[in-house]
């Protein structure tokens, strides 16, 4: 089977490439690169020891996508390609909405036109809003609490309404939390332009010296203490969950977080307290006991392995992948 990973030069998609190819994939990877860079893929291919088809361009455009599908015989796409960031998302909706909905839909028209039905898409635990419980569970009730959240639910009950329009679609939507870590190899790792996105690349980055202090957002919620409890998955477990998709998670505070990150590094992190970011909530973890159940996958590695590999790449890559 050939695959297209949309989005694919990026932090998940590049390390779910290098699965897929040890799976027996074929892949085609499609970025815009406006959050990835072309080297992370030269790097897999270094890793994986074969060239990998890499096509630059957007999911907005139909030409661009039609010349993927012209080129190559597609059997199923993983569809990583999307805007990320929450804070960004509620300074810029209209930019989220264009490019996860809009992109999204166009992606599936393209599909259709090319007798592609299968996708697996990468959706995000924002979709459940500020549960009212944790675990979470995947029956909890849906919400979003920002932008970046809502384009992500969105696209989730389009592709809902697509298979109960034509139930030839094969749709699976993997709901994750926050990966960390890095291949173990140290040769690719999360990269992010500009500002990253969650907790560990600012620890990371922090460590290393490229930032001179860590914020950490509101040390006031109702958890022990006082910094937000987030899931953290390590990103080549999340990987093979999207390969095991395709065949057919640990909790920490922030604090606590930071405090594994320096016994990897040995090191300590400079943090300070800073107030609370708009549309962030204090817990959020998952139960993963569906996706075991029904694809036979849980994660193997914990936040010592995470952060052990994240501090590899950083440390071995003090500007990512910028020379």
Not at 34 to 40: L, W
Not at 89 to 106: A, C, M, Q, R, W
Not at 227 to 243: C, P
Not at 254 to 279: D, N, W
Request: glycine content about 8%; hydrophobic content about 40%.
């Amino acid at each position: 089977m050939r695959i297209l990973v949309t989005g694919g030069a990026g932090y998940i998609g590049s390390h779910t490439c290098i699965l897929l190819i040890e799976a027996g994939y074929d892949i085609v990877v499609f970025d815009n690169f406006c959050n990835a860079s072309k080297e992370s893929i030269a790097r897999v291919e270094k890793i994986v020891g074969k060239t990998i088809p890499l096509i630059e361009g957007d999911i907005r455009y139909k030409e661009d996508l039609n010349r993927v599908f012209e080129s190559y015989t597609i059997d199923a796409v993983i569809h990583f390609a999307g805007l990320k960031a929450v804070g960004e998302s509620v300074e810029k909706p209209l930019e989220y909405y264009d490019n996860n909905i809009y992109g999204t839909l166009v992606l599936c028209q393209v599909m259709a036109a090319h007798g592609c039905k299968s996708i697996v898409f990468s959706s995000s635990a924002t979709v459940y809003g500020d549960p009212h419980s944790t675990p979470i569970k995947e029956d909890f009730p849906l919400s979003a609490t920002n932008p970046y959240g809502r384009s992500k639910l969105f696209i989730e009950e389009m592709l809902r309404d697509l298979y109960v329009s034509d139930p030839e679609w094969k749709i699976v939507l993997l709901r994750y939390f926050n990966p960390i870590g890095a291949h173990e190899s140290g040769t690719i790792g999360e990269d992010p332009n500009g500002i990253p996105n969650n907790l560990l690349p600012f620890i990371a980055q922090t460590a290393i010296g490229t930032r001179a202090c860590l914020s950490v957002f509101g040390d006031d919620y109702d958890t022990v203490d006082g910094t937000g409890v987030r899931d953290y998955i390590h990103v080549m477990d999340l990987a093979d969950g999207h390969v095991k998709a395709l065949d057919k998670m640990s909790t920490f505070t922030e604090i606590m977080t930071i405090k594994a990150f320096e016994a990897a590094c040995g090191k300590k992190v400079p943090y300070s307290i800073a107030p609370r970011r708009a549309g962030d909530i204090a817990t959020c973890f998952a139960d993963p006991t569906y996706a075991k159940a029904v694809l036979g996958w849980e994660a193997q590695r914990g936040i010592n392995e995470m952060c052990k590999d994240s501090w590899r790449w950083q440390s071995n890559n003090p500007q990512g992948y910028k020379s």
